[in-house]
């Protein structure tokens, strides 16, 4: 088959410069190619920017680091492609092009035309992750739920994932051990397994689990891009949850029915760098609407509802 006969992906690694595009730049890593798909004589094969660990471009000689990869389009570069016919050159190029990350061996990634900025156009708003913390029955799913009418209401999109949600269903193999904690919080923000993914598609993702460990919630924080993650501490006393207990789970715990129960006999480490704390007192706790309305007047002062 020649290689102007092959189906010519979205973009990207394989994919043909798309007009608007090109002229912006956005695709500046994408194979230029004329029109007839081939690539073009003499120009360079350039890795678009993009999360990977480690490009296999052995041939080439380079490597990639996951974070330089992403901040600047670094060039695991094909050998020279003069005097190749198409039929040798593809087959080489599409071998170099792939990588390893993690388990995931000869894998590629495929970038689109459409990007975080369309999507965010599109919906008028900065895709970003509410991160709700704090203990149990201390009114995340609760704010998560307000939070997600009330933007809903001004005409944001959002979605909502709820600890206990999740733990029906993509968590469920996950107990509340240390590392099952951890891998619960990794699937939902570290690597943006999910979180990150909604973000991305332009959405304001509200997440509420209860996230207890500090390094966890640091590890999420750290693969958004700067100032969308935005940690909300649902600064509830352990006294007023106890007292809430809306499933009974403090009562088993303390009847030792439970055991490992975050705030009884498993940790709670309180946040320090987050950016909105929700105080609670007993007998003094803000309604479900006001503590939504701190968090939508956050996203407003800080330009999440432009584009
Ligand atoms: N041992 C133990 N400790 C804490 N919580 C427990 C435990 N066992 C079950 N549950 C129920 O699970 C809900 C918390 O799930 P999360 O995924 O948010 O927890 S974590 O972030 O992995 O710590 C939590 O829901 P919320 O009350 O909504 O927080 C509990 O209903
Ligand atoms: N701001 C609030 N004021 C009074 N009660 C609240 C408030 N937020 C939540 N609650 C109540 O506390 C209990 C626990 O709330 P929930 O949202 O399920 O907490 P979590 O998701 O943290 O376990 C529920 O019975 C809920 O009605």
Not at 66 to 73: H, I
Request: include cysteine; hydrophobic fraction near 40%; charged fraction near 25%.
């Amino acid at each position: 088959m020649l290689a102007r006969d092959l189906p010519i992906p979205c973009s990207g690694a394989g994919g043909r410069r798309a007009p608007a595009a090109a002229a912006d730049g956005r695709l500046a890593g994408g194979v230029l190619r004329p029109p007839w798909g081939g690539v073009a004589a003499g120009v360079r094969l350039v890795a678009a920017a993009r999360p990977m660990s480690v490009v296999t471009a052995a041939a080439a000689g380079s490597s990639w680091d996951r974070k330089a990869g992403r901040s600047e389009a670094a060039v695991p570069a094909a050998a020279p492609v003069d005097g190749k016919d198409d039929d040798d050159v593809l087959p080489v190029l599409n071998k170099l092009m792939t990588s390893t990350v993690g388990k995931s061996t000869n894998i590629r990634w495929h970038d689109c035309p459409v990007n975080q900025l369309d999507r965010q156009k599109l919906l008028n708003q900065k895709g970003c992750v509410v991160w709700i913390t704090g203990l149990s029955g201390s009114g995340k799913s609760t704010l998560a739920c307000a939070l997600s009418r009330e933007l809903h209401s001004r005409g944001h999109l959002t979605y909502v994932l709820d600890g206990d949600n999740l733990r029906h269903g993509l968590n469920k193999d996950l107990s509340f051990k240390a590392e099952d904690r951890a891998e619960n919080i990794r699937r939902v923000g570290l690597f943006g397994e999910v979180a990150k993914l909604f973000a991305d598609a332009g959405l304001i993702c509200i997440t509420s689990l209860i996230s207890p460990y500090k390094s966890d919630r640091s590890a999420c924080r750290k693969l958004l891009p700067n100032s969308s993650f935005i940690e909300v501490f649902l600064n509830v006393p352990l006294e007023v949850c106890e007292e809430r207990d809306p499933k009974g789970l403090y009562k088993l715990a303390r009847a030792g029915k439970i055991k490992g129960f975050t705030g009884i006999d498993d940790p709670y480490e309180t946040p320090s760098d987050c950016e909105i704390v929700i105080q609670c007192k007993v007998g003094d706790c803000p309604s479900p609407k006001s503590m939504a309305d701190q968090v939508v007047s956050y996203l407003e002062a800080n330009g999440f509802f432009q584009n």
